[in-house]
């Protein structure tokens, strides 16, 4: 272990230099007295004693050297005499340093924000145990790759599987609460039993849901969330075996969940119940989807191919057992991460390249501030090589410059951009999935290290090669303007480069905002604007009501709204609601041959309304006529179709007057009286490239019975007048007048429904936008800069020129000409490049072409007049130039 | 760093030291430097600083201490003795060399 000790004692040694350089002193003179003393007796005289002794030593000096290299460690000694020199020299330059730093901090934040998301988002695992075993499971169904699983279904994988340790099942839900304070709507989930093992989370307190509780019949139990225990039982620890009053039935609670699940969806959720205290008439419906979607855990060593191969097995025998319902239907199996993840990686990517060329940017004007800079410092650097250091040393002492700086500026910028990003995320919370996750850990930490090092390095090495080739000589001779020559050419391509970035991030800002408008263009098939979806969920009370009364008291509430103040219409929405909840339904066409299974009848959007709701959306009616007041429980069932609808199944005839069976409706017969517009369910961007798009409209009121049965809440759309706040208070108190059981949740209006559909997009925008804003400063910043300098350097040539007759206008027209000609290069690189790297972000696009002239245009006109308005204060400078002034300034 | 005509190969030197401080005892360095000097008689004419980064190069791997004294002239000096840990490894180094030396000696006898 020699090393081991070697090594200590020479970092000891480093901490008391100058007392070890002392003792060595004093061991060397002890040394030369010594060898003096023995001459002196061989009879030399003292002075011949002493030469002769130093003669014998060797060189004092270069074992004095030796010494203490071999005490010390060199390398580190010289790194802290760097340090402290480039300490010295920055502080006495603090405008140089603070704009250097400054430039990289903006440009090292914006990477460390970026970073920080697609670390959360993409990189890490989910917080749970054993994260890969982890899959998400849904049906696949004809019309959705992934689609709900029904409860039969599921407890059939469940049993059947071999490839799984456990499985779980769930689906969103709502319960009204009452009996502990004020009536409250809470988000609630149906879980099957299980499902928190799945994930590998334990219960707060108690226990989660038994198989016993997946049967029906079973006492009804719920968990409730820890903010839930928190808020309305005050954190009692006696909470277990307490009864909790759900949609008017007492619930017993088992167990508590635990604070921050970070599961989409089931983590704002505050009680939980087991599937079967849904009470549905239709969950044990082998064939219904109602909107169940499944989770499992793998068994250790299996991979998702080999699972889906075993559900493969799993779902042919269900079809064989059950070919009505299950013929078609199989099992996607995907890795829970990605499932939760989606199809972000594009859109971070891009954002990930557009604040790396901002960092580029910044790197490129500081490498060129730096530049300018050495130019001054040349006489310093000429000294020190006629003194005898080497390129190597200068280069290292640099490039300790700029390491400094690019640490300070990683260290700076280290908070904001993690700051930012939180607040980012909370404005925009629809733009990313796993955003609560975002956050501050190793790994950022290490990236921002490693970028401050690497943009360090970057922006000092070029100006450090080329300061350090200098010929000392020259240098000396013309006040340090050695190298300006070759300087120029260099500050040029800085710009060029500087401006090329520039117009790469403008462009795809440009394109990225030129979708945008596009989207808002496209009419989603009904006016957003003065639409809100509220739920309300009735009084426990009417649970054993009869349904006539179910039905009369579903009339006294529309009626009750529609005449609320500063409401002009309503209707119930009891299927999907554009952009905001799927619902679909088969049907076959009256006179065709009914299809043997479910899976061969014509699938179709459903909404399920009342007579108010053309009012509410404002949809065109095409022909015919919308439902009507008098289609009701007592008249014949009919229908409104929409023209999608109209043109897939009667081509080339008139829909109106036709006659289709829904089959869920008790196969029923509807004749078709009306088409209207189609509506964009499935989003702006996303709607016409969906295979499900056909659309058709029931009455509420002519549901079967047994659908009305369920019935504990209802989703209204309402059209108002004046503000959304307004509106709501006033709905507010007309509910309160009816019940005060009755309570009204949601209110969120119709075009921020719309806008959320589009949030990851603004999303991008914005943040594109923004690093596009910051490369145009930077690339403005960079531009002033050089030109100042070079007009700075010329004024004596201008002063010879004017002495010779220049006018100002000339001397104006030299610099902006200068300017120009790195403008058009910079331009014309930046075309090169942007549309090089446009492409990449084809699928953010909306309409647009990743080469679209007329972004491109803009842009580049954009560009070349904000790079020549940076050049007028330079040249305007270089106009104003007295000619005796400059001439006699040297 | 070779250039200097009286320098020893390093391990060559390092051993003469220990072995010096083995017969002598603690011993100040012009007092080591002398000893090899007469040892070794004519044939090797040491610059006498180099035996300074060798005593530093032993301190440091533990083989020999350091510590200041006063000579029979009533001199302050710096005084070097063995340690442990160097008495241990000069039979190591003494075997080690004398191996090498041998196997020169015979390569040079055969080659001729």
């Known amino acids: 272990m020699d090393w081991v ?50 003669r014998e030593f060797g060189g004092v000096t270069q074992i004095r050297e030796r010494y203490r290299t071999q005490r010390g460690l060199p390398w580190l000694e010289v790194l802290a005499q760097d340090l402290r020199f480039a300490m010295r020299m920055l502080w006495t330059n603090p405008g140089f340093t603070a704009v250097t730093v400054l430039t990289l901090a903006i440009g090292i934040g ?19 145990p054993k994260p890969d075993e982890l899959v998400a499971l849904d049906e696949s169904k004809p019309n959705f790759p992934t689609g709900s699983i029904s409860y ?72 409730i969330s820890e903010g839930l225990w928190r808020r309305k039982f005050d954190a009692t620890p006696h909470i277990l075996g307490r009864k909790i009053t759900l949609n008017g039935k007492n619930f017993s609670i088992v167990g508590v969940t635990p604070a921050n699940l970070h599961l989409p969806n089931v983590s704002r959720d505050d009680v939980f119940a087991p599937i079967p205290q849904w009470t549905n008439s239709i969950l044990m419906m082998r064939g219904a989807g109602l909107g169940f979607h499944g989770i499992g855990r793998l068994k250790p060593g299996v991979t998702v191919e080999q699972a889906r191969a075993d559900m493969e097995r799993v779902t042919r025998n269900l079809a064989a057992a059950y070919p009505n319902e299950d013929r078609g239907i199989g099992a996607s199996v995907f890795p829970l991460k990605g499932r939760i993840v989606g199809d972000t990686s594009t859109f971070l990517e891009v954002l990930l390249a557009a604040v790396g060329f901002v960092l580029l940017l910044a790197c490129v004007n500081v490498a060129s501030l730096q530049m300018a800079r050495s130019a001054s410092r040349g006489r310093e650097f000429a000294v020190r090589a006629a003194l005898g250091a080497s390129r190597g040393r200068v280069v290292r002492q640099l490039l300790t410059e700029s390491l400094l700086l690019g640490m300070a500026a990683g260290a700076i910028a280290l908070v904001p951009a993690i700051w930012g990003t939180h607040a980012a995320l909370k404005v925009l919370p629809a733009a990313l999935p796993r955003a609560e996750e975002v956050g501050l850990d190793v790994r950022v930490l290490v ?127 009891w299927g999907a609601v554009p952009m905001n909840g799927e619902d679909d339904q088969w049907f076959w066409i009256d006179g065709q041959p009914k299809p043997k299974n479910q899976n061969e009848m014509n699938w179709v959007i459903d909404y399920i309304v009342d007579p108010g709701y053309l009012r509410v959306m404002q949809i065109p009616l095409l022909r015919g006529r919308f439902l009507a007041p008098g289609d009701d429980e007592h008249s014949p069932l009919v229908l409104v179709v929409d023209d999608v609808f109209a043109r897939k199944f009667f081509p080339g005839q008139d829909a109106i007057g036709k006659r289709i069976h829904l089959v869920t409706n008790g196969d029923r017969v509807a004749e078709i009286v009306g088409i209207v517009g189609h509506v964009k369910q499935w989003g702006l961007d996303a709607d016409d490239s969906q295979s499900l798009r056909a659309q058709y409209y029931l009455s509420c009121m002519q549901m079967p019975d047994d659908f009305m049965a369920g019935t504990r809440s209802t989703s209204m759309l309402l059209r108002y007048t004046g503000s959304l706040g307004a509106a709501l208070d006033s709905l507010r108190q007309v509910n309160k007048q009816m019940s005060t059981e009755q309570v009204i949740f949601g209110g969120q209006s119709m075009e921020s429904i719309l806008s959320d559909s589009m949030a990851q997009r603004r ?121 005796m002034q400059a001439l006699r300034r040297e | 760093m070779g250039e200097d005509r009286s320098d020893v190969l390093q391990g060559t030197l390092d051993l003469m030291v220990l072995k010096t401080l083995e017969t002598m005892g603690p011993q100040h360095g012009y007092g080591i430097a002398r000893r090899i000097e007469q040892v070794s008689g004519d044939s090797l004419r040491l610059n006498q600083g180099t035996i300074y980064p060798a005593l530093l190069r032993l301190q ?36 080690n060399w004398t191996r090498v030396a041998a196997t020169m000696a015979r390569f040079l006898s055969a080659s001729s």
Not at chain 1, 166 to 185: I, K, P, V, Y
Not at chain 1, 509 to 515: F, H, N, P
Not at chain 1, 518 to 535: A, E, K, M, Y
Request: glycine share 10%; net charge positive; hydrophobic share 50%.
């Open chain 1, 152 to 223: 039969p279904n599921f407890l059939d994988w469940r049993k059947d599987n071999r490839t799984f340790t456990s499985m779980g099942l769930e689906r969103g839900n709502s319960f009204s609460l009452t009996g502990n304070g004020d009536a409250e709507q809470v988000k609630a989930h149906f879980l099957s039993s299980g499902f928190f093992a799945v994930l590998g989370v334990r219960p707060l307190m108690g226990r989660e849901f038994t198989p016993e509780e997946d049967n029906p019949g079973a006492a009804p139990v719920a968990m």
């Open chain 1, 763 to 883: 999303f991008a925008t914005i943040l594109l936008g923004a690093f596009a804003a910051l490369a145009v400063t930077l690339a403005c910043i960079g531009i002033y800069g050089v030109m100042a300098y070079l007009v700075s350097q010329r004024t004596q040539e201008v002063g010879i020129r004017m002495a010779l007759g220049a006018q100002r206008s000339d001397v104006l027209a030299i610099v902006l000409r200068s300017g120009a000609r790195l403008a058009v290069a910079g331009v014309g690189a930046g075309i090169v490049g942007a549309i090089a790297l446009t492409r990449l972000m084809g699928s953010l696009l909306f309409e647009v072409s990743p080469t679209d002239p007329m972004v491109l245009a803009c842009v580049c006109g954009l560009l070349v007049v904000v790079a020549l308005a940076a050049c007028i204060l330079p040249a305007r400078r270089a106009a104003s130039i007295e000619p």
């Open chain 1, 447 to 573: 990236f921002t290290l490693a970028i401050s090092l690497l943009a360090g390095t970057f922006f000092g090495l070029a100006p450090a090669l080329k300061t350090s080739r200098a010929n000392p000589q020259a240098a000396l001779k013309d006040g340090g303007r050695g190298a300006i020559g070759s300087n120029h050419r260099v500050l040029g391509v800085f710009v060029v480069i500087e401006l090329a970035i520039a117009l790469v991030l403008l462009s795809g800002a440009g394109l990225l905002i030129r979708s945008l408008v596009r989207l808002w263009d496209v009419s989603p098939g009904f006016n957003p604007t003065g639409v809100v979806n509220i739920g309300v969920s009735l009084p426990p009370s009417l649970a054993d009501a009869s349904m006539d009364e179910t039905r009369a008291k579903l009339r006294e509430l529309n009626d009750r709204f529609a005449h609320a103040p500063g409401i002009t219409a309503v209707s119930a929405t």
């Open chain 1, 110 to 128: 914006g990477n460390t924000a970026v970073f920080s998301i697609v670390n959360g988002v993409l990189l890490n695992p989910l917080p749970f």
């Open chain 2, 60 to 95: 440091q791997r533990g083989w020999i201490k350091a510590e200041w004294g006063v000579s029979e002239a009533n001199r302050r000096a710096k005084y070097y003795s063995l340690s442990r840990i160097g008495r241990k490894h000069i039979q190591e180094e003494a075997k």
């Open chain 1, 5 to 54: 000790r070697i090594l200590v004692s020479r970092l000891t040694s480093l901490v008391s230099q100058r007392i070890l350089d002392a003792d060595l002193d004093d061991e060397l003179r002890s040394h030369i007295e010594f060898a003096a003393e023995e001459s002196r007796k061989r009879g030399l005289s003292p002075d011949e004693a002493r030469s002769a002794a130093l």
